[in-house]
Nanobody, 125 residues
């Protein structure tokens, strides 16, 4: 079993920055892709960004490309999401997740087996 804990969320003004962290415990996740998803009130959970097990490959949703950067530190079993130039439409609960299958690069919700509890990000205009 893998436990995931997100942190770093909060309230920020439009144009500001936040850095989210996702700490994994229970077992190493260094052989698994990881991702960030988000869910705004009344909306479906949507893909934000993913990073391969090695960190060499990343993928972003069009709405965040150029503003968000995903990274990971396998020695710390931790993933990050640097969010810059935040917009009110980025307001959501952000979830981190670990892929079900090692060495695969999943980018859809069904690819991910383990999920954190989420951290709230609120961007004021």
């Amino acid at each position: 079993q893998v436990q995931l804990v997100e942190s770093g969320g909060g309230l920020v003004q439009a144009g500001g920055s936040l850095r989210l962290s996702c700490a994994a415990s229970g077992r190493t996740v260094s052989n698994y892709a990881m991702s960030w998803f988000r869910q705004a009130p009344g909306k479906e959970r949507e893909f934000v960004a993913a990073i391969s097990w090695s960190g060499s490959t990343t993928s972003y949703a069009g709405s965040v490309k150029g503003r968000f950067t995903i990274s990971r530190d396998n020695a710390k079993n931790t993933m990050y999401l640097q969010m810059n130039s935040l917009k009110p439409e980025d307001t959501a609960v952000y979830y981190c997740a670990v892929d079900q299958i090692p060495l695969r690069f999943g980018v859809t919700r069904r690819d991910y087996e383990y999920w954190g509890q989420g951290t709230q990000v609120t961007v004021s205009s």
